[in-house]
């Protein structure tokens, strides 16, 4: 048991101690990219190429101030907090007398020491180590985040004066002058896009620790703000709240790069010089637009959803009738389970004594029935998308075996390699759902002693040993009886666990079949234009013309197989892991219900990584159109690559039905729920 005020102590230290970590890290991750930041911050003193900025001496008057005002900030907050600390000295060592406490007081921040230190001069020693270990440490953070303000500010600098020369790109009427001036442009804006890449590459897995740690931060020190009763720890705790927030805000500032350009170009259209763009060149209309417009896997498979390969495209009567009488025999254990949850509601639901209209539940019973829910979740669901999926099986069997031809624009780069990361990944993920279900297995035969005395003591009648909680007619603690009850129930959980895995892998493995050719689509269009030929160029872009609808058919009908079935995936995955959320909160088979909870996650990861990856691949082709060598080609084969652009300016996805579209965000989204089911049956 914990006294009633440790949470009063200990906010401070949990914050602090989050604090340091985070702080640690983001200092390792930045020494280890500090070649990069270095690099990148020496390209941003080039002017050579394009003229320096306007109002550059301005900004970096600008930034040098705000640089001052954050880091005096810094400085000054520390210094209040030792004050403060130092005020509730005497107050501290009052404390320590009535509770028999040995906290050192005085100190900026609680720590621990093997012997006494409140005497002169180690106390003065020891108070200046932490003050400065704390104005270095502290620092750090804000260094990195302002680092990152900057750099983003001299990034915006060149997008403003890439405004200004696409203003005045048009002034000339010579075709020429024009051209060489949006030229200019491209470079000038192609420049910008590397510093911008190389910029979120230099920060974005410190930014991400930064943003992490201020919230749990964050969290502690209001903790620490609503329970200190002084006015002085208040102080305290505002004073590193508001460091805190400061340093998120800066780390924030950084999506001005991001918006830029797009906020950019409206007062550009906005202008009277848009008046110039009607008597442009056709070329340069077009040039100008582009710049603004900026063999299969069939073994991991589980073959009892899977026909006969020469009846894949038109499976017989006895392909349904194997899935029919699979779903017949596993609806025994399923059953069996149900019916545990409902002879557990009705042993632990009885009358009130004085009023006989109420009933109630015994206060153990949610103990009992977490397992059971989450497992009739997934039964159902698993239900679902195993018919949703033998339903949609010759549509996916027809989209296998186009993915599998090549004749058309040949075989992909770096298709064997692709193969065998799959390859490698699937069977380390079925190898998890096999070794889980065995590890659940022998943890419920060791606590199978332990239940049988449960049962004794509280005259219960549970099926000991079981994988799953199960209700049968009839007793089966007794050979052999109970082994082949046991062997039924983990092979049924072995089948049909692996389908959500299965289901949500191939639907991973199709999309990044599909990515393979987005990137083997990609190279074609950079060389399209390699060659001035004009029949040549042509050719080629028509080719990838053909290629990229192709590509969009496949995305189609990939959508058109799973969407349905990740909606279920997804609905009950939150579902099951609340509940499973829940059995571990409780205490009830924690080992179990880990394994079963990671599981799901897993399966859950494995389907949104695949959205994400398409999401992202699909992203990528207009960086492609742009990167090929498009303003050197013949004019009509830019008229018609800008209906190519514009068509991939549409991303590519996977639905999850009405629930959203297969990504990072879902997955988060997910979570959230199931934390919020758990939330609910714990409250």
Same mark, same amino acid.
């Given at each position: 048991m914990?006294?009633?005020d440790v949470d009063v102590l200990i906010s401070e230290d949990i914050g602090f101690m989050v604090a340091f970590c985070g702080l640690y890290y983001m200092t390792i991750i930045y020494v280890k990219n500090q070649p990069k930041v270095a690099a990148l911050l020496r390209d941003l003193s080039k002017f050579e190429d394009f003229g320096k900025p306007p109002g550059f001496e301005e900004e970096e008057t600008r930034l040098s101030f705000?640089?001052?005002?954050?880091?005096?900030?810094?400085?000054?907050?520390?210094?209040?907090?030792?004050?403060?600390k130092l005020a509730q000295k005497s107050e501290c060592e009052k404390i320590n007398t009535e509770k028999g406490l040995n906290e050192n007081c005085g100190i900026l921040t609680p720590t621990w020491t093997p012997f006494r230190i409140d005497y002169f001069p180690v106390f003065h020693l020891v108070f200046l180590y932490v003050f400065a270990s704390t104005q270095i440490l502290m620092k750090l953070g804000l260094m990195i985040s302002f680092n990152l303000f900057e750099m983003a500010h001299h990034v915006i600098l060149r997008i403003n004066h890439l405004k200004i020369m696409i203003i005045e790109c048009f002034e000339d009427e010579d075709y020429e002058t024009s051209r060489n001036k949006l030229r200019k442009c491209v470079s000038y804006h192609l420049q910008i896009l590397d510093l911008a890449t190389r910029l979120d590459d230099c920060f974005s897995n410190g930014m991400f620790a930064h943003l992490t740690i201020t919230a749990a931060i964050c969290g502690c020190l209001e903790k620490q703000f609503v329970d200190d009763e002084s006015d002085l720890g208040r102080l305290a705790a505002l004073i590193h709240f508001l460091g805190w927030i400061m340093a998120l805000f800066l780390a924030l500032l950084q999506f001005l790069t991001q918006f830029g350009i797009r906020?950019? *170009?409206?007062p550009i259209l906005d202008s009277e010089e848009i008046c110039c763009l009607y008597w442009l060149d056709h070329k340069q209309v077009f040039i100008l637009v582009l710049a603004l417009l900026g063999y299969f896997h069939i073994h991991s498979l589980f073959r009892l959803i899977w026909p006969n390969e020469d009846e894949e495209m038109n499976p017989s009567k006895w392909y349904y009738i194997r899935i029919a009488t699979?779903?017949?025999i596993t609806s025994v254990w399923t059953g069996s389970v149900l019916m545990h949850l409902v002879m557990t509601l009705k042993s632990n639901f009885y009358l009130c004594p004085n009023h006989k209209e109420e009933f109630f539940f015994s206060d153990n019973v949610d103990l009992y029935v977490s397992e059971e829910v989450g497992f009739i979740?997934?039964?159902?669901g698993l239900y679902y998308m195993t018919i949703n999926y033998v339903k949609n099986q010759p549509k996916v069997a027809l989209l296998l075996r186009d993915l599998s031809n090549f004749e058309k624009f040949g075989k992909p780069p770096g298709f064997e390699e692709k193969e065998k990361k799959l390859s490698f990944w699937s069977r380390f993920f079925f190898g998890y759902t096999v070794v889980g279900a065995i590890v659940y297995s022998l943890v419920k035969l060791t606590l199978k002693s332990e239940c049988e005395e449960i049962n004794k003591e509280k005259n219960l009648n549970e099926n000991c040993g079981i994988l799953t909680p199960i209700w049968t007619p009839f007793e089966i603690d007794y050979f052999p009886v109970f082994y082949l009850v046991f062997l039924y129930v983990l092979i049924s959980t072995q089948i049909l666990m692996k389908l959500a895995l299965m289901i949500s892998y191939n639907s991973l493995e199709i999309a990044h079949?599909? *990515?393979?050719?987005?990137?083997?689509?990609?190279?074609?269009?950079?060389?399209?234009?390699d060659d001035d030929d004009y029949e040549l160029g042509q050719k080629r872009l028509k080719k990838c013309i053909a290629y990229h609808q192709e590509i969009l058919n496949f995305a189609t009908r990939l959508d058109d197989c799973f969407s349905y079935g990740m909606f279920a995936h997804l609905t009950i995955t939150a579902a099951i892991c609340g509940c499973l959320e829940k059995q571990f909160v409780d205490g009830n088979n924690q080992i179990g219900?880990? *394994?079963?909870?990671f599981g799901w996650i897993m399966a859950l990861f494995v389907a949104c990584i695949g959205?994400?990856?398409?999401?992202?691949?699909?992203?990528? *082709?207009?960086?492609?159109?742009?990167a090929s060598k498009w303003y050197q080609s013949d004019v009509r084969l830019r008229r018609d690559l800008l209906f190519m652009l514009a068509r991939s300016q549409r991303g590519l996805y996977i639905t999850a039905g009405p629930f959203g579209v297969l990504s990072f965000s879902l997955f988060v989204s997910v979570l959230k729920m199931s934390y919020s089911i758990l939330a609910m049956l714990t409250s």
């Amino acid at each position: 048991m914990f006294a009633d005020d440790v949470d009063v102590l200990i906010s401070e230290d949990i914050g602090f101690m989050v604090a340091f970590c985070g702080l640690y890290y983001m200092t390792i991750i930045y020494v280890k990219n500090q070649p990069k930041v270095a690099a990148l911050l020496r390209d941003l003193s080039k002017f050579e190429d394009f003229g320096k900025p306007p109002g550059f001496e301005e900004e970096e008057t600008r930034l040098s101030f705000w640089s001052k005002f954050f880091f005096g900030y810094t400085v000054i907050g520390i210094l209040g907090y030792n004050l403060i600390k130092l005020a509730q000295k005497s107050e501290c060592e009052k404390i320590n007398t009535e509770k028999g406490l040995n906290e050192n007081c005085g100190i900026l921040t609680p720590t621990w020491t093997p012997f006494r230190i409140d005497y002169f001069p180690v106390f003065h020693l020891v108070f200046l180590y932490v003050f400065a270990s704390t104005q270095i440490l502290m620092k750090l953070g804000l260094m990195i985040s302002f680092n990152l303000f900057e750099m983003a500010h001299h990034v915006i600098l060149r997008i403003n004066h890439l405004k200004i020369m696409i203003i005045e790109c048009f002034e000339d009427e010579d075709y020429e002058t024009s051209r060489n001036k949006l030229r200019k442009c491209v470079s000038y804006h192609l420049q910008i896009l590397d510093l911008a890449t190389r910029l979120d590459d230099c920060f974005s897995n410190g930014m991400f620790a930064h943003l992490t740690i201020t919230a749990a931060i964050c969290g502690c020190l209001e903790k620490q703000f609503v329970d200190d009763e002084s006015d002085l720890g208040r102080l305290a705790a505002l004073i590193h709240f508001l460091g805190w927030i400061m340093a998120l805000f800066l780390a924030l500032l950084q999506f001005l790069t991001q918006f830029g350009i797009r906020n950019g *170009i409206k007062p550009i259209l906005d202008s009277e010089e848009i008046c110039c763009l009607y008597w442009l060149d056709h070329k340069q209309v077009f040039i100008l637009v582009l710049a603004l417009l900026g063999y299969f896997h069939i073994h991991s498979l589980f073959r009892l959803i899977w026909p006969n390969e020469d009846e894949e495209m038109n499976p017989s009567k006895w392909y349904y009738i194997r899935i029919a009488t699979f779903l017949l025999i596993t609806s025994v254990w399923t059953g069996s389970v149900l019916m545990h949850l409902v002879m557990t509601l009705k042993s632990n639901f009885y009358l009130c004594p004085n009023h006989k209209e109420e009933f109630f539940f015994s206060d153990n019973v949610d103990l009992y029935v977490s397992e059971e829910v989450g497992f009739i979740v997934a039964f159902c669901g698993l239900y679902y998308m195993t018919i949703n999926y033998v339903k949609n099986q010759p549509k996916v069997a027809l989209l296998l075996r186009d993915l599998s031809n090549f004749e058309k624009f040949g075989k992909p780069p770096g298709f064997e390699e692709k193969e065998k990361k799959l390859s490698f990944w699937s069977r380390f993920f079925f190898g998890y759902t096999v070794v889980g279900a065995i590890v659940y297995s022998l943890v419920k035969l060791t606590l199978k002693s332990e239940c049988e005395e449960i049962n004794k003591e509280k005259n219960l009648n549970e099926n000991c040993g079981i994988l799953t909680p199960i209700w049968t007619p009839f007793e089966i603690d007794y050979f052999p009886v109970f082994y082949l009850v046991f062997l039924y129930v983990l092979i049924s959980t072995q089948i049909l666990m692996k389908l959500a895995l299965m289901i949500s892998y191939n639907s991973l493995e199709i999309a990044h079949h599909i *990515i393979l050719r987005i990137d083997h689509l990609k190279i074609m269009i950079i060389q399209c234009f390699d060659d001035d030929d004009y029949e040549l160029g042509q050719k080629r872009l028509k080719k990838c013309i053909a290629y990229h609808q192709e590509i969009l058919n496949f995305a189609t009908r990939l959508d058109d197989c799973f969407s349905y079935g990740m909606f279920a995936h997804l609905t009950i995955t939150a579902a099951i892991c609340g509940c499973l959320e829940k059995q571990f909160v409780d205490g009830n088979n924690q080992i179990g219900a880990f *394994i079963h909870v990671f599981g799901w996650i897993m399966a859950l990861f494995v389907a949104c990584i695949g959205g994400q990856h398409f999401i992202d691949s699909s992203a990528s *082709i207009p960086e492609a159109i742009w990167a090929s060598k498009w303003y050197q080609s013949d004019v009509r084969l830019r008229r018609d690559l800008l209906f190519m652009l514009a068509r991939s300016q549409r991303g590519l996805y996977i639905t999850a039905g009405p629930f959203g579209v297969l990504s990072f965000s879902l997955f988060v989204s997910v979570l959230k729920m199931s934390y919020s089911i758990l939330a609910m049956l714990t409250s």
